[in-house]
């Protein structure tokens, strides 16, 4: 089984993220959220919450490992900070050759605080990846 984006827009929902966005490619999710805590850094626990929901799909075959891409947002168009995972490090975890503490510590040093500071254009942030998708099919993708 394949998890789409409306899949995994209520996965996430169900553990208590409030989905504003995601996308699927073949490379990349991409995930904006709405923080309960919009403090100058994003809440460890949101971020934990987003890589368990996926860690959980790939762990269950339902996602195959893929860069995670994510933007949580203080309100609608105000981000809080951006953070990603690498593909290998959700692959590593899930195979046992990283600890779950190696790959928390790995998530937590990408976060980036200010969104306007110029970013690799080949790593893009949840947001522009969001944006740059044509012909998105209506659905429950997250989009409001």
Same mark, same amino acid.
Do not use: K
């Given at each position: ?58 762990? +269950?075959?339902? &996602? @195959?490992?893929?860069?995670? %891409? ?6 609608? !168009?105000?981000?809080? #900070? ?22 928390? +510590?790995?998530? &937590? @040093?990408?976060?980036?605080? %200010? ?6 254009? !080949?790593?893009?942030? #949840? ?18």
């Amino acid at each position: 089984m394949t998890t789409d984006e409306s899949a995994l827009a209520r996965e996430l929902r169900a553990d208590g993220i409030d989905v504003a966005d995601v996308r699927l490619s073949p490379e990349r999710v991409a995930v904006a959220y709405t923080t309960t805590l919009p403090a100058e850094r994003p809440a460890h626990g949101e971020m934990g919450r987003v890589c368990n929901t996926v860690i959980d799909l790939v762990e +269950a075959g339902d &996602l @195959e490992p893929r860069r995670v %891409d994510a933007t949580s947002l203080r309100f609608e !168009d105000d981000v809080q #900070a951006t953070w990603h995972v690498e593909a290998a490090w959700l692959d590593d975890l899930t195979n046992y050759r990283i600890s779950e503490e190696e790959f928390s +510590a790995r998530v &937590l @040093e990408t976060v980036e605080t %200010d969104p306007d500071a110029d970013v690799d254009s !080949d790593a893009p942030h #949840a947001s522009a990846v969001a944006n740059d998708e044509p012909g998105r099919p209506a659905g429950d993708g997250g989009s409001r």
